[in-house]
C-alpha cells in the first residue's frame, strides 16, 4: 500500500526566514513519482514539482528547493527566504505505475504555512 | 488553453437530491480523475478513467457515478445526496502517468 506522511500540520514563520515542509512516503513499488502541490488561499491545486524514483538529485526552483533522499524515504521542500505569497497549504504525493492503481495520487494531509509580514 | 474546468464552483444540496458536477479538459489528456477533499485532509480518489469509454473506482467510490464518453469531459454523478458528501470536489486530468493537473475545484453542501 502507498502512504504520505505529512507530520507538520501547521508552521508560521516570518517573512525572510527559511522553512523546510517534510513529507515520509510508504510504497513497496521501485518505480514511483513525487509531487508537491500548492493549495494558496484560493483553493486551486497548484503543481510545483514531479520526481522519479530514480533520480536523487536535489532540485532548486528559484527560492524552492527540493531534497529526495530514498535511504530515508524523504522528500522534504524549502522555501528560503519566505514570502507572504508563500502562505498556503502545501501537498506531498505519491504516485505508483503498476496495474490497476494507473498513476492515481496518493496525498498527505498537507501542511499549512502561514508566512508573517 | 483553459486547461481543467469544473461547474459549478459552488452548490448547495438537500439531502436526496441529486446532480452532476461537469468537468472538461483540452489538453487532450487521456487520464481523468475525480478527488474528494474533506477538511484537513489531503484529497482522496473517487474515481478515474484512463480514455474515452473507461472508468474505475477509486478509494471512496460510494454515492457517486461517472461516465467518459469524450475524451474531454468526465462528469461525475450524485444521485442521492448525503451531508458525508458536503466536500469539496476537483476533477484532474494527465497524459497517462504523467503530472495530473487540477480544475479550480466545486465547493459543495449538502443540507
Known amino acids: 500500500a502507498q502512504k504520505v506522511t505529512q507530520a507538520q500540520t501547521e508552521i508560521s514563520v516570518v517573512e525572510k526566514e527559511d522553512v523546510t515542509l517534510d513529507c515520509v512516503y510508504e510504497?513497496?513499488?521501485?518505480?514511483?513519482?513525487l509531487f508537491w502541490y500548492k493549495q494558496p488561499p484560493s483553493g486551486e491545486l497548484v503543481f510545483l514539482i514531479r520526481r522519479n524514483s530514480f533520480d536523487e538529485q536535489n532540485e532548486i526552483s528559484g527560492r524552492y528547493s527540493w531534497n529526495f533522499q530514498k535511504s530515508t524515504s524523504s522528500f522534504n521542500f524549502t522555501i528560503t527566504a519566505s514570502q507572504v505569497v508563500d502562505s498556503a497549504v502545501y501537498f506531498c504525493a505519491l504516485s505508483v505505475s503498476r496495474g490497476s492503481t494507473l498513476g492515481r495520487l496518493y496525498f498527505g494531509r498537507g501542511t499549512q504555512l502561514t508566512v508573517w509580514p | 488553453n483553459a486547461g481543467v474546468t469544473q461547474t459549478p464552483k459552488f452548490r448547495i444540496l438537500k439531502i436526496g437530491q441529486s446532480m452532476t458536477l461537469q468537468c472538461t479538459q483540452d489538453m487532450n489528456h487521456n487520464y481523468m480523475y475525480w478527488y474528494r477533499q474533506d477538511p484537513g485532509m489531503g484529497l482522496k480518489l473517487i474515481y478515474y478513467?484512463?480514455?474515452?469509454?473507461?472508468?474505475d473506482k477509486g478509494e471512496v467510490p460510494n454515492g457517486y457515478n461517472v461516465s467518459r464518453s469524450t475524451t474531454e469531459d468526465f462528469p461525475l454523478r450524485l444521485e442521492l445526496a448525503a451531508p458525508s458528501q458536503t466536500s469539496v470536489y476537483f476533477c484532474?486530468?494527465?497524459?497517462?502517468?504523467?503530472?495530473?493537473?487540477f480544475g479550480p475545484g466545486t465547493r459543495l453542501t449538502v443540507l
Open positions: 510504497t513497496r513499488d521501485t518505480t514511483y513519482y
Open positions: 484532474a486530468s494527465s497524459y497517462s502517468f504523467n503530472t495530473q493537473y
Open positions: 478513467s484512463v480514455g474515452a469509454g473507461i472508468t
